[in-house]
């Protein structure tokens, strides 16, 4: 399969990177095509919700920025994982931007499959984040595949790693 991993910690060395890098580790070994973006490091702006995509722009986003680089890859993978850090209760803003942006072509094309990939050093403050996606894999008609996630004792340990390891089976 084709997986486009999305992760959004600004921080290369931290725990949502390493969560990312696991489930890509994973995914390949398993035989999948894997591709894995750090939005983060992006330029990608919000949605202006000026409705130039769906009138004048027939599916295409006024904004030239970064984005542009991930339509192609949205459109092409089968896998969407989300890999984000939990700000107060949500995902962060580096993962909702890309997120907001594919309102211009409503879902991607392929994408039957998603994951999510979360960590957080407080314990309890994932619920907000878990709903969004939820109602985003309904909305895009994508099956769930699983969600990890990881507080601060379990970042970076062999049980999490597994965890990851059985969504990664779960494909």
Known sequence: MNILILQASPRANGNTAWM???????????????TLVNVSHKKIAGC????????KGNGVCIQKDDMQELYPLMAEAEVLVLAAPIY????????????????CVNAPAKVKKMALLMSSYSPGVYSGATAEYHDICNYWKAEDSGIVTAKIDEQKTDETKQKIQAIVNNL
């Open 48 to 55: 202006l919700a000026c409705e130039y995509c769906h009138n």
């Open 88 to 103: 107060y209760f949500t995902l962060c803003a580096q993962i909702q931007a890309p997120i907001q942006r594919m309102y």
């Open 20 to 34: 990312a890098e696991e489930y890509k580790n994973a995914a390949e070994a398993a035989g999948h095509k894997v």
